[in-house]
């Protein structure tokens, strides 16, 4: 029997590199499966619904909610954004390691429903190399920019409530040292109850 997948956040400071990381992860292993999350936000420009996400009004969102359709959700700069139940169960059942890349709050309330998620936290080497990421990426006005770095001061505050730091200063290292973290954590002693009982029980008999 395939083992099942094991189910892992990845949050940062908006701007952080946190897309680049997961495509690049995506692209090199295909034992993972990315979240696509639900938000009552716009699409950027070159985002897809369905892709990036499915980008929903606000009232079928809060559908969502009622249904139980989500397994958590949460509000950030003046949006929704929640995870789709559905697709993570029916994927970590298949075997897949799942990965949620989701904001802080999302993230504790996930850890809280499901103790064994992994929590990885990606940042930028500096703060300001995170001021000069938003900006370079021209995809936000200076309103939405500093709403996005006040934000990212409250997360701060929370980001030692994560297992691991990642500092995302090249890409390529950053994306071993993600494998390699979600990977590990199969071998947790929590996961293999039954290999556990199943050596016990032959020692005992062997011993005998
Ligand atoms: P963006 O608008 O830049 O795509 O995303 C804004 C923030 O929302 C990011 O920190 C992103 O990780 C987070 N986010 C995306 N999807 C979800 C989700 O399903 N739930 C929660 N709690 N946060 C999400």
Do not use: W
Not at 10 to 18: D, I, M, Q, R
Not at 38 to 66: D, L, Q, S
Request: proline fraction near 2%; aromatic fraction near 8%.
């Amino acid at each position: 029997m395939k083992e099942r997948g094991i189910l892992a956040v990845v949050s940062g400071f908006s701007g952080a590199g946190k897309g680049t990381l997961m495509k690049a992860l995506m692209g090199k292993y295909d034992n993972y499966a990315l979240s696509i999350s639900a938000t009552t936000r716009k699409p950027r420009e070159g985002e897809e619904h369905g892709r990036e996400y499915f980008f929903v009004e606000k009232e079928e969102f809060e559908k969502m909610i009622e249904e139980d359709r989500l397994i958590e959700y949460a509000r950030y700069v003046d949006h929704y954004y929640g995870t789709p139940k559905e697709y993570v169960m029916s994927q970590m059942e298949a075997g897949k390691d799942v990965i949620l890349e989701i904001e802080i709050q999302g993230a504790l309330k996930v850890k809280e429903k499901f103790p064994e998620t992994l929590l990885l936290f990606v940042t930028p080497p500096s703060a300001e190399e995170l001021k000069k990421r938003l900006v370079g990426r021209g995809t936000e006005t200076m309103e939405v920019i500093d709403a996005r770095m006040k934000r990212a001061c409250e997360e701060a505050e929370e980001m030692n409530r994560y297992d691991y730091l990642l500092i995302n200063d090249q890409v390529d290292r950053c994306v071993e040292e993600m494998h390699h973290l979600i990977q590990s954590q199969h071998r947790r002693m929590g996961l293999h109850g039954e290999f556990v009982a199943d050596m016990k029980e032959e020692l005992r008999k062997i011993s005998e």
